[in-house]
């Protein structure tokens, strides 16, 4: 990938998406807010290839949390950040996995500089439900078959499961859930009961985007086991509704119909 030289930002932070993982969906404007960092502060969901990209001077520190393995909490994330971004002239960016305000915890980050009167912008990210539909050839909308698209997290704040699962039943809709891998089986029921019928199609799509992708599809009333299936890896995302019966006609992405050595030139 080529690189872009543009002046460096200073005295504010850049709260900034780093999308699912291919280093080619950063924005332009995130790739130039990397390699203008003076500090970093990452998750752990941004994948190496875009490390790669990083200033080589910035100080980078890894604050990322994944799978209850806590390293920072975010009220300690949102301090370090607005004592580094107060500590000085240095262009400071938080670099997220895909969008900052797509269950980021993002806005949560910006109330804590605005509260301390810090200066922020931010770069939206290309999030994993649309990463997941593209690559995993899975329209999320289609004429016919879903009229609409809700996101949702598959487990509420602190871990808690999601009681209302019913309420997302609708016919002609897609349903997109994040971090839901663990909780399949609480969710398929609480669909099913709400009216969604158990030959539904679903799929888990995991590391989209990423040379080590792969989607799996089947039934929901089968979605708790489809979630065991050993290709299922993290981060996975769950899609539920009958546009996923048009991804094995669809399929674009994956190491064996686009040769590896294509998928790993992808990442440069
Ligand atoms: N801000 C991120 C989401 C963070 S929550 C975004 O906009 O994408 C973390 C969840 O996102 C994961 O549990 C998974 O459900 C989903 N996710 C993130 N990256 C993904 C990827 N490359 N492939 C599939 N799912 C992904």
């Given at each position: 990938m080529s690189l872009i030289t543009l002046p460096n930002r200073t005295g504010r932070v850049s709260i900034v998406g780093a999308?699912?993982?291919?280093p080619e969906l950063l924005t332009v404007k995130a790739l130039r807010a990397i390699q203008g960092a003076d500090v970093?502060?990452?998750d752990a969901l941004v994948s190496e290839?875009?490390?790669a990209l990083i200033n080589p001077e910035a100080e980078?520190?890894?604050?990322?949390?994944?799978?209850?393995r806590h390293s920072m909490s975010q009220e300690e994330i949102n301090r370090l950040l607005v004592a580094k971004a107060a500590s000085g002239d240095r262009a400071v960016v938080r670099l997220k996995g895909g969008d900052p305000l797509m269950f980021g915890r993002g806005g949560e980050e910006m109330q804590a500089l605005r509260a301390s009167g810090i200066d922020y912008e931010v770069v939206p990210g290309v999030t994993a439900a649309t990463a997941c539909a593209?690559?995993?050839?899975?329209?999320?909308?289609?004429?016919t078959l879903s009229r609409g698209v809700t996101f949702v997290t598959g487990h509420g704040m602190g871990g808690e499961p999601i009681s209302d699962w019913h309420k997302l039943a609708l016919s002609h809709h897609t349903l997109v859930i994040y971090m839901g891998v663990?909780?399949?089986?609480?969710?398929?029921?609480?669909?099913?009961e709400g009216g969604l019928s158990g030959d539904t199609p679903v799929a888990i799509v995991s590391r989209a985007?990423?040379?080590q992708q792969t989607v799996v599809t089947g039934r929901l009333d089968a979605l708790e086991q489809l979630a065991t299936d050993p290709r299922v890896q993290t981060p996975a995302a769950l899609i539920v509704g009958d546009v996923v019966s048009l991804h094995h006609s669809l399929e674009w992405f994956s190491a064996e119909l686009l040769g590896e050595e294509v998928v790993q030139q992808q990442f440069g």
């Open positions: 999308g699912p993982g291919d970093v502060l990452y290839p875009i490390l980078c520190i890894a604050v990322g949390k994944r799978c209850g593209s690559y995993g050839a899975i329209p999320l909308t289609h004429r663990a909780r399949a089986g609480t969710i398929a029921t609480g669909l099913m985007s990423q040379p």
